[in-house]
Structure formats: C-alpha cells, structure tokens
C-alpha cells in the first residue's frame, strides 16, 4: 500500500518500509536502513501502456493485465506473481530440504489460491496444498515444515494475511 507521505517525487512513489520512508537523490536507499541486514533489489520498468518488466539480477519477468482489465495478457498480473512468488520460494527451500536430507523428491506441486478482499484491493487469505512423490514414508509433512520455516515469502505474509501450508 502507498502512504500518501511517501509521495515524495511527483513522478516517483515508494512504498513505505519500516525504515526507508523517504527516497535519497539518485534512488539510492542504502542509507535509510538502520542495520546491517542483507537486503534484496529489484526492479520493475514500464513496457508500454499496460506491462512491466521485473528485472532480478539476470532474470525478467514479464506482467500485465488481462485484456478485460485494459492490459495485453502479456504476463501475469502482479497478485498472481505474489503466489508465484510465494510458491517458488517454498519449492526452493522444500527441494533443498531434501536434497540436504538425502530423500528424492518427485512431482513436488504447490497448489496456491488466494482469496481476495475489495477495499482496499489484497488478499486476505492465502492456501498452500503441497503434494510430491517422496522416496521417504512420512517425511513429505516435516519437509513442508522445515520450507515452511525458511521461506522468506511465506514468513514475510505470514503476519499480513491468514496463511496455511499443508500435505495433501
């Protein structure tokens, strides 16, 4: 959500993070963190009227809006790249779960929805179903834990929205 205070630019809005409420000459924003924590940095350009490229490090995303909504359906929208983003970040850490333990995934699936409140515009609810092939009986369920507990995303929506992780 956009704080009107952090309007600081007519052409350049931030989001206001604990921390960083105000954007330094050049959009440089390493002195508005008061510890020593690691940070992320990504961008977002516009494409055209309706799209946006994130750009990670060597990877870009494409997104968009439907045709419906006024957009080209060149990507996904951005909500829809939250639970990809959600869900990425738990398959990553559940493989490497795994892996570390020596138990063979396959077919691992992250089956998310969430369910979507009006004013303002977010998710009030998010749900994970996790189903895999797992050459170990009854580890699928501690697994899920253990990635559950080392993903940023599912950490960072864990205090936003009402959030489960679960086998399936």
């Not at 990507?75 to 398959?91: A, I, V, Y």
């Not at 795994?98 to 992250?110: D, H, M, S």
Request: include cysteine; proline fraction near 4%.
């Amino acid at each position: 959500m956009v704080d009107a205070r952090s309007l600081i630019h007519p052409t350049k809005y931030f989001i206001n993070l604990k921390y960083t409420n105000h954007l330094l000459p050049g959009g440089d924003l390493s002195n508005t963190r008061k510890s020593t924590m690691p940070t992320v940095h990504i961008t977002v350009d516009q494409m055209d009227h309706s799209s946006s490229r994130g750009q990670a490090g060597d990877h870009s995303h494409i997104m968009d809006r439907p045709e419906a909504k006024g957009g080209q359906n060149k990507g996904p929208m951005g909500g829809q790249t939250l639970l990809m983003g959600l869900g990425g970040c738990f398959m990553s850490n559940l493989l490497a779960a795994a892996k570390a333990r020596n138990i063979e995934i396959n077919n691992a699936r992250a089956k998310i929805e969430g369910e979507l409140a009006d004013a303002p515009a977010r998710y009030t609810d998010i749900h994970m179903i996790v189903t895999a092939q797992c050459s170990a009986p009854g580890e699928l369920e501690k697994l899920v834990t253990i990635a559950e507990r080392g993903c940023i995303v599912a950490n960072t929506l864990a205090n936003a929205v009402n959030l489960t992780i679960k086998c399936g």
